[in-house]
């Protein structure tokens, strides 16, 4: 597949960060009425990772993954021309995180916000940062997900808690002479008729009638598992094949499948179904859980140190989330 655009996107300073503390699936047994056995074998999930309220958040997480992806990147804050914060996590609507991560390693007065696309949010800001750098308006664009779901999660709610944890990861897009490097096709989709599946709700009144004697606090995450379930398993098929059709592209083309750590079954599923090689699709929902928005930047940057990713690489980034929304991005490194 050839891209006729006057420049090309570089992905660098790939990079993540994760709080120390780390909350096993045993741990969990003291609290709740579940098991190790339950979580494993319905999730894959053996630890994950839980910020200290107190003293991180959202924005520190994510400054930390950032710093990082800067070094690595050769670059200093003032470089950037414009910060994405992907995440449904921030402390605040207003101002957004961006504006705050911005200020604090300054970077002060590129453009920055948020954006809110659930556990599709990194590969929805790559996408968008990668078009701004493609359209020649952008040279240098920072792109970090992170979310602290374990802030999000009312651990009284058994079928939701165990999921999740919290982590960043972010990257630096950056203009590239070679006009075949970067993105070489991307899909973003959404589908709000399914939103009620899983929802953050800030008040009483957008609690629909189904879920009114849902005992969840709110403020905390409410989800239906089968229908997510369902609805990722599809649309993980469907976003891969996409993907291979649109760009021509065979599985064995293809270096790394890097997807959203949302449920091993579910990645298994996908694994089976569409027959791809184990060996390209990394997994570490073991050690994190579901991070949503953090949860692709931590693979590619287990990927990254493990020199599993070389320049000229084919790798499709997938993920799926709350929205519904979903998104794909298949790269050339
Ligand atoms: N420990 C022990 N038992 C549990 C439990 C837990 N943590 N959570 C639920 N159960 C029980 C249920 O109460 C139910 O018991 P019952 O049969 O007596 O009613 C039983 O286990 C089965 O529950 P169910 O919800 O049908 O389980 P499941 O096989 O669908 O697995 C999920 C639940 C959440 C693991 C699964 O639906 C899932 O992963 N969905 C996708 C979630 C997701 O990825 N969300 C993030 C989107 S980005």
């Excluded at 992905?11 to 009425?33: C, F, H, Q």
């Excluded at 579940?34 to 958040?57: F, K």
């Excluded at 453009?111 to 556990?119: E, G, K, S, T």
Aim: glycine share 10%; aromatic share 6%; charged share 25%.
């Amino acid at each position: 597949m050839s891209l006729s655009t006057a420049f090309g996107v570089r992905m660098s300073g790939i990079a993540s960060a994760v709080p120390d503390r780390v909350l096993t699936n045993a741990d969990l047994e003291r609290i709740l009425d579940t098991s190790d056995e339950w979580i494993r074998q319905r999730t894959g999930i053996v630890e994950r990772r839980v910020v200290d309220g107190e003293r991180e958040s959202q924005a520190s997480l994510a400054m930390r993954s950032l710093r990082t992806s800067l070094d690595r990147a050769g670059l200093k804050p003032s470089d950037l021309d414009l910060i994405i914060n992907c995440t449904v996590t921030a402390e605040m609507t207003c101002p957004s995180n961006a504006c705050r991560i911005a200020a604090e390693i300054g970077a002060t007065p590129v453009p920055a916000f948020d954006l809110v696309a659930a556990c599709s949010g990194f590969v929805y800001g790559i996408n968008v940062g990668e078009s701004l750098v493609r359209s020649g308006r952008f040279r240098t664009v920072g792109v970090i997900g992170c979310d602290l779901m374990t802030q999000v999660v009312d651990y009284e709610d058994r079928s939701v808690s165990i999921l999740f944890g919290d982590a960043a990861g972010s990257v630096i897009l950056r203009r590239d002479p070679d006009t075949q490097r970067g993105c070489l096709y991307q899909a973003m989709g959404a589908d709000g008729r399914g939103w009620h599946s899983l929802y953050l709700p800030r008040r009483a009144r957008e609690i629909p009638p189904e879920d009114a004697d849902n005992p969840i606090r709110i403020g905390c995450l409410r989800m239906h598992g089968r229908e997510v379930y369902k609805f990722a398993v599809n649309k993980f098929r469907e976003v891969i094949e996409d993907a291979l059709e649109k760009t021509g592209l065979k599985v064995d083309d293809v270096s790394q499948f890097v997807c959203h750590q949302m449920n091993v079954r579910i990645i298994d599923a996908a694994i089976e179904r569409i027959g791809l090689p184990r060996d390209r699709v990394r997994i570490n929902i073991d050690r994190y859980g579901n991070t949503s928005a953090g949860s692709v930047g931590v693979v590619l940057d287990e990927l990254r140190g493990d020199g599993a990713l070389r320049e000229g690489d084919i790798v499709i980034i997938v993920a799926f989330g709350g929205g519904l929304t979903w998104a794909s991005s298949v790269w050339r490194l």
